[in-house]
C-alpha cells in the first residue's frame, strides 16, 4: 500500500510560480513506480499534467503546460515534485499525484493505483 500527501499549493499572481509536492509513504516506495500530476478544476474532468519514469530519465507533459511545469523526482526522499512556472488562471485546480506500478507514463487517471488528496492551486489575474 502507498499513501500519498501532496504539499505546495497556495494563492498566486498569474506569471508567479509554485512548487508542488508529493510525499510518498507506507510499506512500498514509490523509487519504481512512474508518478505522474493531473488536475481538476470546479466543474471540469481531472486532466492529466505530466508524467515522469521511475528514474526520472523521462517525462510527458500535457500541451497546455509544456514548457512551463517540470516534473522531477528524488527517489532517496519518496518524493515528487511539479515546479510550475508562468502560472495562468487557467491552472487553477486541485492537484493530485498519482502512483502507477507499470511505469506507463500513462495520461489515463485509470493507470494510475495510488492517488493523493489533492492541493489547491489558485491562480489570480
Known amino acids: 500500500q502507498v499513501q500519498l500527501v501532496e504539499s505546495g499549493g497556495g494563492l498566486v499572481q498569474a506569471g508567479g510560480s509554485l512548487r508542488l509536492s508529493c510525499a510518498a509513504s507506507g510499506r512500498t516506495f514509490i523509487s519504481s513506480y512512474a508518478m505522474g500530476w493531473f488536475r481538476q478544476a470546479p466543474g471540469k474532468e481531472r486532466e492529466f499534467v505530466a508524467a515522469i519514469s521511475w528514474s526520472g530519465g523521462s517525462t510527458y507533459y500535457a500541451d497546455s503546460v509544456k514548457g512551463r511545469f517540470t516534473i522531477s523526482r528524488e527517489n532517496a526522499k519518496n518524493t515528487v515534485y511539479l515546479q510550475m512556472n508562468s502560472l495562468k488562471p487557467e491552472d487553477s485546480a486541485v492537484y493530485y499525484c498519482?502512483?502507477?506500478?507499470?511505469?506507463?507514463?500513462?495520461?489515463?487517471?485509470?493507470?494510475?493505483?495510488?492517488w493523493g488528496q489533492g492541493t489547491q492551486v489558485t491562480v489570480s489575474s
Open positions: 498519482g502512483a502507477d506500478r507499470f511505469e506507463r507514463l500513462s495520461p489515463r487517471m485509470y493507470e494510475y493505483d495510488y
